[in-house]
């Protein structure tokens, strides 16, 4: 699979990255050496291989029902581009 | 059901609506999914909020065993099969409210897996007309923070206390056909979680949410294109939203259109759906396992020891109240639709049977239709629900048991009830203190029948000419002249004595 | 009176331990060459003096009060700036998160202060550890100590983590921690002529480390010794309940139990790292590192990793995977770099901040991870490149049935020069090839210094174990070590 223009423009608004055109143009050729390269795994046979779900043989470990945080309104807004009243503020998002 | 098939008519025949619900219910739970923030509702902007929550770089999740607990419970309670192998999953989109830039869900494993919630259309009789609507899947996963945006003329500003909570979301199959199926469904959707006391239910704090798939076919065809209303947070609104979105798309339809598959929100005040035009852009959520979590593995002990935890659940509760209590499926069906009334009911039964002695069984029908007529009117009247009830269990077994044992009449017991939730005082101290005791001495009613008797003559003698309806006019004057207070039975006895 | 800073962490100790010096003379020891060389390597982002003497004079006094010493106590340390440290700016190496000043530290960093040491700076690295050159940071290019003898072109010092191997291999300080994705910690100690270990995924805290790829990423010490990275390793290393992947499993002492003899041991050689056109003094270093070990009493097995020339493109999807989910909180709104330009909505913010504060190779990654994840490629490239990593683990499981720990080189060659490489992603990726499936199947590996190549440049050895032997990984670098004998270092030029 290779991607165009219009893909990698589509991928970078899903990733959330403003592009130029120029960019967009210097990318393609880029992502598809890099995505050619990867799609040589393609060839292995996988047939009843389960997808690797942890590395180290391991579960998942879970906490007691306790509350031990919270209440650091100030060390979480500390590094707020805007906060304001206890808020973080950000552009008006209109619905 | 068939003979009452909903349908819309149409000017090209008659539509078939296809629901399915997507229920967010939020775990009761201290603390958050992933955190150990507090999950309770509203505090100070910001202040329930941990690192995690707020997604500072490095920080990461936890999985609370509280909010596992309380969705495997659920699934139990739904018959539904538990996935002893779960796994996390990332859903990735770009939101102010969801600091992460990805909720943390369940898409490929889900914790709750096949089940089924039994609803019931006629209240009357909720045995008969029962339809199994069928639960794809119980999933667990974060709620997503807040934004409020009218606080400032350029800016909306984010509060992540929500951020984190956990929820199930409770996805159905499209089993629904009518607003008033999805509405029986929610409602006992919702009792089952107010049963098991994994969710609160309060749908005005939004602590059970529903998003709403609706489509439209002739009947018989296949399922036409859904459109999904989204956060709708009341039964009537959810069935407004259906209304309101099968007509519209019938509509579109017939007059040559197609629907299109699209996130619609729902206007409260005009009761209508509109689409979220600003959420169109195509999603992807590049859904993929969190790989900072590790896939989760429920040992057998745990579910069982879930199992084990559950209460009796409204349907069996309602069979054992017929069963072997006596109820009818009516009454039996009134007190078990709320986990509240349930609780009530049951205190009150046992209440009563102490006091008149007697096993539950034989004061079940006394007890239960007591509640749901006397209680009920009253906590309507007074605009009071069950929980802030002005009389206790043991209260009113106390004037059930003056009515039991002839102290009191029927009648009086109303008042007495009415007394009661005036000042607050005990059954048997009102009817002390207002000289309520119903009088039972024949000596005493002898003496005013044969007064009722003497002053009525004329109709004395159209009864014995055979004029019998006259008899109640008897009773009626007998206990109006002993202010309500003589033993009815033995009034009649006495009358029909005197009468020859 | 020696330098202070030709000393390694096993001499600091025990001398700050005897009164030979104080730690408050070893940290300005180190703080005078960290400001010294700060100019012409650019090992540190930003560089904490008074932190570092602050830990010393706690160490001096806790020693004149005859109180227990830690671990570490009186080692000064670099600190990769991917970990979180309260009140020091921490970044990645990326613009996004310029100016972000922690309010937590991270358990790693928080368990080597405990242990007594203390903080010289926040090294440099490739943004949010993506390269193998610290070409990609926002805050410049990190300069190799090393030079080829007559050239004075600079050298990449390997990377992610080369703020710190060029820190150490410099006499900046004595040891530092890196982080290992892919050969992060590994590929930058061959680079520069130091040891590096990655343990197993799960032994080192992730909690409070700036996240790439998550199932990859594991913390490590970066010294001049085996032995100075085994005391590191175990004052890094524990159960952390606030990360669900860390192993529930108590420390091994792994520096007392540091051992060279190889007797009874089985060293795989894996076929599959023979590469066409090897470079031949890889080659031969690798054979000098085979002929070592049989010395220190090993048996030498051939062994096979079939899976091998899978593991860069199985990396390359799934690591660009997890980074394009985990680099999605770099939006904006809670800290870091926001970009706003006039009249611009939410989503428009979030476009410009990101453009603005991440760098080309981070955007390249997320562009590559957010394409292997989109609906219609999940499956073909996600789901196809996790059951390859099956494949690449079990092919470890089957190989240690047959030999107790793997020797291979650490990288394809030497140190590149800058610019070299850094052109062309896919030349720079390849640089991985050795380090990469040892990190997909999260085993322990460590890289020791085996000698120089014609060039003069070091070369590295890499000791690949059995999950949770790193005791194995080290006995076996500590044999390397004792027979390589390695003793260069780059001359001072700056």
């Known amino acids: ?95 | 059901m068939t003979n009452s098939a909903y349908r819309i008519q149409g000017a090209t025949g008659e539509w078939e609506v296809v629901i399915g619900l997507e229920v967010h219910a939020q775990v009761v739970s201290k603390s958050k999914l992933f955190s150990g923030a507090s999950a309770t509702f509203g505090a100070e902007p910001n202040a329930q909020v941990s690192l995690v929550d707020a997604a500072m770089p490095g920080m990461l999740p936890v999985p609370n065993m509280e909010c596992i607990r309380q969705a495997v419970r659920t699934g139990l309670a739904i018959d539904a099969q538990i996935n002893a192998w779960s796994r996390f999953d990332r859903k990735n989109y770009f939101y102010a409210d969801l600091p992460q830039g990805y909720q943390i869900s369940q898409l490929y494993h889900p914790l709750v897996g096949e089940g089924h919630i039994d609803i019931s259309l006629d209240d009357k009789n909720p045995e008969a007309a029962v339809k199994r609507i069928g639960i794809e899947r119980i999933h667990v996963e974060q709620d997503a923070g807040k934004l409020m945006h009218d606080q400032h003329p350029t800016m909306s500003y984010v509060d992540l206390n929500r951020s984190g909570v956990a929820l199930m979301e409770i996805v159905s199959r499209p089993d629904m056909r009518s607003p008033a199926e999805a509405g029986a469904y929610l409602r006992k959707l919702r009792a089952i979680l107010r049963y098991v006391g994994s969710c609160d239910g309060n749908m005005e704090e939004g602590s059970m949410r529903a998003d709403v798939n609706v489509s439209v076919r002739k009947p018989g065809e296949p399922f036409g294109t859904r459109t999904e209303t989204k956060n709708v947070n009341s039964v009537r609104f959810v069935m407004q939203a259906i209304e309101h979105e099968a007509s519209r798309q019938v509509d579109v339809l017939e007059s040559g259109g197609k629907v299109v598959q699209e996130t619609r929100l729902f206007d409260p005040d005009t009761g209508t759906t509109r689409s979220m035009r600003s959420k169109e852009d195509a999603h992807d959520y590049r859904y993929f396992p969190d790989p900072d979590l590790l896939p989760l593995v429920l040992e057998a002990s745990f579910i069982e020891a879930c199992r084990a935890s559950l209460p009796e659940l409204p349907d069996a509760k309602r069979q054992r109240y017929e069963t072997a209590l006596g109820l009818t499926p009516y009454v039996a069906g009134v007190l078990t639709a709320e986990v509240e009334t349930a609780r009530w009911f049951e205190a009150l039964l046992a209440e009563t049977a102490t006091k008149q002695g007697k096993g539950e069984e034989a004061v079940a029908k006394q007890a239960a239709n007591w509640l749901t007529s006397e209680l009920f009117g009253a906590l309507n009247r007074l605009g009071r629900s069950l929980e802030d009830s002005p009389v206790s269990p043991a209260q009113a077994a106390e004037l059930l048991a003056l009515v039991a044992d002839g102290t009191i009449s029927g009648t009086i017991a109303k008042q007495v009830f009415e007394k009661m939730l005036e000042t607050g005082d005990g059954a048997a101290a009102i009817v002390e203190r207002e000289g309520l005791k119903q009088e039972s001495d024949t000596g005493a009613i002898e003496a005013v029948v044969a007064k009722v008797l003497a002053d009525n003559a004329d109709k004395v003698e159209q009864y014995k000419a055979g004029k019998e309806a006259l008899f109640g006019f008897f009773v009626g004057q007998t206990m109006k002249a002993m202010q309500g207070k003589a033993n009815p039975q033995v009034v009649n006895d006495l009358l029909k004595q005197a009468l020859g | 009176m020696t330098d202070l800073t030709e000393l390694g962490i096993a001499d600091i100790r025990s001398g700050v331990a005897a009164g030979t010096f104080t730690a408050v003379e070893v940290a300005e020891a180190f703080n005078a060459a960290v400001a010294a060389a700060q100019p012409a390597l650019n090992a540190f982002i930003v560089t904490t003096p008074e932190a570092a003497l602050a830990a010393a004079r706690k160490v001096d006094t806790a020693r004149a009060a005859g109180q227990p010493l830690g671990k570490l106590a009186g080692v000064p340390i670099g600190m990769k700036d991917l970990f979180a440290t309260k009140g020091v700016q921490t970044t990645a190496a990326s613009r996004i998160l310029e100016g972000f000043t922690p309010e937590y530290e991270s358990t790693v960093s928080q368990n080597l202060w405990n242990a007594g040491a203390g903080m010289l700076g926040k090294l440099n690295l490739d943004q949010f550890a993506m390269g193998s050159s610290n070409e990609t940071s926002a805050f410049g290019n990190v300069i190799s100590p090393w030079r080829r003898p007559g050239d004075t072109a600079p050298l990449a010092p390997g990377g992610s983590s080369g703020g710190s191997s060029a820190a150490i291999a410099a006499r900046l300080c004595p040891a530092a921690t890196g982080t290992d994705t892919g050969g992060s910690i590994r590929q930058p100690a061959a680079f520069t002529g130091i040891a590096g270990i990655k343990p197993t995924y799960g032994r080192c805290s992730r909690w409070g480390v700036v996240a790439f790829a998550s199932s990859l990423d594991q913390a490590g010490p970066m010294a001049r010794s085996v032995q100075d990275c085994a005391i590191m390793l175990e004052a890094m290393a524990g159960f952390d309940p606030k990360d669900s992947t860390s192993l529930n499993l108590p420390v091994p002492a792994w520096e007392a139990g540091l051992n060279p003899s190889m007797a009874g041991k089985k060293v795989g050689i894996p076929r599959e790292y023979r590469l066409d056109g090897m470079d031949p003094d890889v080659a031969r270093s690798w054979d000098d590192g085979i002929a070592w070990l049989k010395d220190a009493g090993a048996e030498i097995v051939e062994i096979s990793l079939p899976h091998t020339r899978y593991a860069l493109p199985t990396y390359y999807i799934i690591a660009p995977a997890e980074a394009s989910s985990n680099l999605a909180r770099y939006d904006g709104v809670r800290y870091g770099l926001r970009d706003l330009p006039d009249g611009a909505g939410l989503q428009d913010m979030y476009a410009a901040t990101r453009a603005a504060g991440f760098g080309p190779e981070v955007k390249r990654r997320i562009m590559i991870g957010t394409y292997v994840l989109s609906a219609g490629f999940y499956d073909a490239y996600y789901t196809q490149a996790q059951k390859v990593r099956t494949l690449i683990a079990r092919d470890f499981e089957l190989a240690f049935q047959h030999c107790d720990v793997i020797l291979a080189p650490t990288a394809p060659t030497a140190a590149f020069a800058l610019g070299e490489k850094s052109d062309d992603p896919l030349a720079m990726y390849l640089n991985d090839v050795f380090s990469v499936p040892a990190s997909l199947a999260g085993l322990p590996a460590m890289s020791v210094p085996a000698g120089l190549d014609r060039q003069g440049l070091p070369l590295g050895l890499q000791v690949i174990g059995r999950a949770f032997d790193e005791q194995g990984v080290l006995n076996a670098g500590l044999a390397l070590e004792q027979r390589a004998g390695f003793t260069a270092k780059p001359a001072k030029w700056w």
Request: hydrophobic share 50%; proline share 5%; aromatic share 4%.
């Open chain 1, 1 to 95: 699979m290779s991607v165009d223009t219009a893909t990698v423009t589509k991928i970078a608004s899903l990733a959330r990255i403003k592009v130029s055109e120029a960019e967009v143009a210097a990318m393609v050729p880029e992502l598809n050496g890099i995505l050619a390269w990867v799609e040589q795994l393609g060839e292995v046979d996988v047939t009843g291989v389960e997808p690797m779900t942890a590395v180290i043989p391991n579960t998942l470990r879970l906490r007691e029902d306790a509350v031990t945080d919270g209440g650091i309104r100030d060390a979480v807004l500390a590094n707020a581009p805007a906060a304001e009243h206890g808020f973080f503020g950000v552009p008006k998002v209109i619905e």
